[in-house]
């Protein structure tokens, strides 16, 4: 892939240029910056006087009463689990899914992929309803199968596997088939490590979206203790009002986005890399 | 070879296909068949035929949640096309700062929507936000944006381009790696001007990409959900109730499924309908000029 370095044509910009970027920049990360800094005040300091936040003292007062909250350490903990488990069984079921359209045959093989790129088109709040009734009559509401099962069927992940592993080419697999290799070997042996930057895009891009997912736990975790961050977020700040200060909601909302930065900063290549190929399709 | 009648090959998809079965077509078709039928949270309830859909068509409440739909995705999607494709085309080039200022670009769309709202309540809000104390410092009265009628759709829009600015950028830096070389040194040797140059070659080369953004953006904020659930429930009196608020509100507030699936099914095929336009009309508009 091309990197940004390696074609520079728009000249150089002006100074305008840089100081309109710098100006469009500082107002990205002032929302940012003003949610750091009400972290970081004592919550009786800012009632009714949130510009307060812009000086001291400041205090780490609100994140040490976030790691005695065992429900805030909890919802971290189920995202955990729930962003993890969806990204593993994604991986896997995608990998084998896309292994046997792209390379077996089988009967109704074009039919069945046709279906499965047709649910491209089935936004979430389609199915919803009907998902949060058939997931009642299994018993699975308030529970981690619950909350991961429904991420599991985005067909994006059997889409993009199936396209990369036609990509690699055939005398490899049938070198191995001349060998003796059964189809599994072949899939485990030699597809499976050929697939493995596309199988990092694919893990980065679903666990952001399964960390981030707001609608499904929302409707299915109904106790607390089985909510993930976004929800118990979600719940903490429309009882905003009666509970806690304003420095300890933004230190909560501190303490979710830390885990994702994390990840965004270390995968940023795998991002970027994937952008670029959904700009070729 | 009787590679057809080979049912093996199929296994490796079974696991997928089964929960894609389940989870996936089976509510799919199950969606239809309630929003045919009056369901309450109790029973199996009773089918009705059109009489949901009738019911919406008459729901002011229901009509008013479209529009809204409508008006702040035409709020959003424009300007944030617009500020993404400018973004890339002034951060496509080499060098710490420009990364650090992609970078920063970037960083909100990573956040999730509990989190974008946390930050921007207390943004917007005129007696406790970032907007009312840097208004005061003008001597300005701050504005009301979240409990007023016409300020509470454009708060949305703004805190929803904050938020995605980033992936449509990156999808257009990525465009813009594709465009070849030559095609710009040859327009450098006609001494064409930057704004022929990019009207004439940068433009018409990331059509593809254009289009893409526009039809995935449009998709998203079709179905906008949580910065009006969050922010405002849906008020001041339902000025920023968008349809998948009200379907949530009919089916998780009222528990009336039937009548909420059918206003889903009108959602979908409203998204169906306007993805197939977009995608069709620059079809065409682009088949002109050789274009694929």
Known sequence: MPTVAANIRRGRLTPLGWGGLIFGALIMVAPLLWTLLLSLKNNSELVGHSGAALHGPYTFENYVAIFGNSLTTRWLLNSAIVALGQTAGVLILASLAGYAFARLEFPFRRTLFVIVLLGLAVPSQAVILPQHELFAWLHLHNSYPGLILPGLVAPFGVFFMTTYMR????????????????RWTIFWKVIVPLTIPAQSTL???????????????????????????????AAAQMNYAQTSGLGYLMAQAVFASIPIFIV???FQKQIVRAMAGAALQ | MTAARDWRGLLFALPFLALYALILIFPLMRGVWLSLNQVDLFGDGHFVGFGNYARLLHDPVFGTSLVNTFEVTLMIVPPLTVIALFLALALNRAGKGAAIIR???????????????????FILAPDAGLLG?????????PLPFLSDEHLVLPALALTTIWWSLGFPMLLFLAGLQQIPEDMYEAAALDHSSRWTTFWRITLPSLRRTLVLVVMLQTAAQLQLFGQSQLLTAGGPSGASRTAVL??????????????????????FLIILAVTITQYWATGRATGADGGR
């Open chain 2, 103 to 121: 970078g920063i670009f970037f960083s909100s769309a990573v956040l999730s929507v509990t989190i974008v709202t946390l930050i921007w309540r």
């Open chain 1, 167 to 182: 990509g690699i080419p055939r005398e490899l697999d049938e070198a191995a088939m001349l060998d003796g290799a059964s």
């Open chain 2, 246 to 267: 009200f379907l949530f509100e009919a089916a998780f507030g009222r528990w009336e499924l039937g009548y909420a699936s059918a206003a889903a099914e009108i959602l």
């Open chain 1, 203 to 233: 893990a980065v891009f679903t666990f952001l979206g399964a960390w981030n997912d707001y609608w499904w736990p929302l409707i299915s975790a109904t106790r607390s203790d089985m909510y993930t961050l976004t929800v118990g977020l």
């Open chain 1, 264 to 266: 965004y900063i270390v």
């Open chain 2, 133 to 141: 104390e840097a208004w005061k410092t003008f001597g300005w009265q």
